[in-house]
């Protein structure tokens, strides 16, 4: 089966600055990589996706890339703001029926 | 539209004891899915299912069962509860072509005692 390794687990940034989390897969049939946002006491939200055969997609402050050969992708928050203090967890799927999770990093935006 | 609902909020067990959480969608979606959700390990599949009346085992099936009689519903049950089903079980609903967004529900805390 596909895994998913997402790093950092943990991250502080200082409010306005830019944050980045990474994630590879193995299993090269995945083609649909989404990210989720988890505040505390909550379920995910999706917040931004990404097809295989799309490199980057960007969403205001929010941008993924992905780079197929190397099996990893990206999310970019730029302008952090203290609301952006979550848990992110990448995701991956090829069929849309079995999706295989990060292990989440844990953003803190400090202000 | 009330999305994804789940109950219980929380449940208390002891070793042994059977229950069953239920999840609701009023988006008429064809995909559900459970999922389990352990410090440091994400997000991990249990069962899934892609119609009414259809099921299948995710990456870690054992020690549940699940049931999809009618499309808006997906149920997960426990037979018999072990303490390493302490957990927060989160169900999902997504439509079957990409892209596949997933919508959750709000979380079942479950201790095992």
């Known amino acids: 089966g596909e895994n998913v390794e997402q790093h950092p687990s943990t991250l502080s940034v200082q409010e306005g600055d830019s944050a980045v989390i990474k994630c590879t897969y193995s299993?090269?049939?995945?083609?649909?990589f989404p990210w989720y946002k988890q505040e505390l006491g909550k379920g995910p939200q999706l917040i931004i996706d990404i097809r295989s055969n799309v490199g980057e997609k960007k969403d205001q402050r929010i941008a993924v890339t992905l780079n197929k050969t190397a099996k990893h992708f990206s999310l970019h928050i730029t302008e952090t703001q203290p609301e952006d203090s979550a848990v992110y967890f990448c995701a991956a799927t090829s069929t849309g029926n079995q999706f295989y999770f990060g292990t989440g990093t844990s953003l803190t935006v400090i202000p | 539209n009330a999305g994804v609902t789940q109950t219980p909020k929380f449940r208390v067990l002891k070793t042994g004891q059977s229950m069953t959480l239920l999840c609701a969608q009023d988006m008429n979606h064809e995909y559900m899915y459970w999922y389990r959700q352990d410090p440091g390990m994400g997000l991990r599949l249990i069962h899934y299912s892609v119609g009414e009346g259809t099921t299948a085992k995710g990456e870690v099936p054992d020690g549940y069962n699940v049931s999809r009689l009618k499309k808006q519903n997906f149920l997960l049950g426990l037979e018999s509860a072990a303490p390493s089903q302490t957990s927060v079980y989160f169900c999902?609903?997504?439509?079957?072509?990409?892209?596949?967004?997933?919508?959750f529900g709000p979380g079942t805390r479950l201790t095992v005692t």
């Open positions: 299993d090269s049939a995945s083609n649909y």
């Open positions: 999902a609903s997504s439509y079957p072509l990409q892209p596949y967004e997933q919508y």
